[in-house]
């Protein structure tokens, strides 16, 4: 089984919307490790890794949002597997 890292930025209505917790949840049920927070530009930012088709799973759900959202922007980034540290997935 392939593992993939990523870090994705989300822009557009992504905060006030509940983006961080659809984002949690999404990446929980799915498996994943990392965490995702808001950004002081407005956007939200997101850290993964786990298997590659989870991910491929969790940037689908970060293109479409909880409602309310609307993205309008998600901007991809491999990075290495010893990035995310976290145990478990956390909403910081």
């Known amino acids: 089984m392939q593992t993939s890292t990523i870090q994705a930025v989300v822009s557009g209505r992504v905060q006030g919307v509940g983006f961080r917790a ?46 309310g959202a609307e993205v309008a922007n998600l901007a991809v980034e491999d990075r290495p597997a010893e990035t995310v540290t976290e145990a478990g997935f956390s909403a910081l």
Do not use: C, F, K, M
Request: hydrophobic share 40%; charged share 25%; aromatic share 4%.
């Open 22 to 67: 659809y984002a949690a949840e999404r990446a929980r049920d799915l498996g994943l490790r990392g965490h995702v927070r808001n950004l002081d530009d407005g956007s939200v930012e997101t850290l993964v890794i786990g298997p590659a088709g989870s991910v491929e799973a969790y940037l689908a759900a970060l293109r479409s949002g909880p409602p």
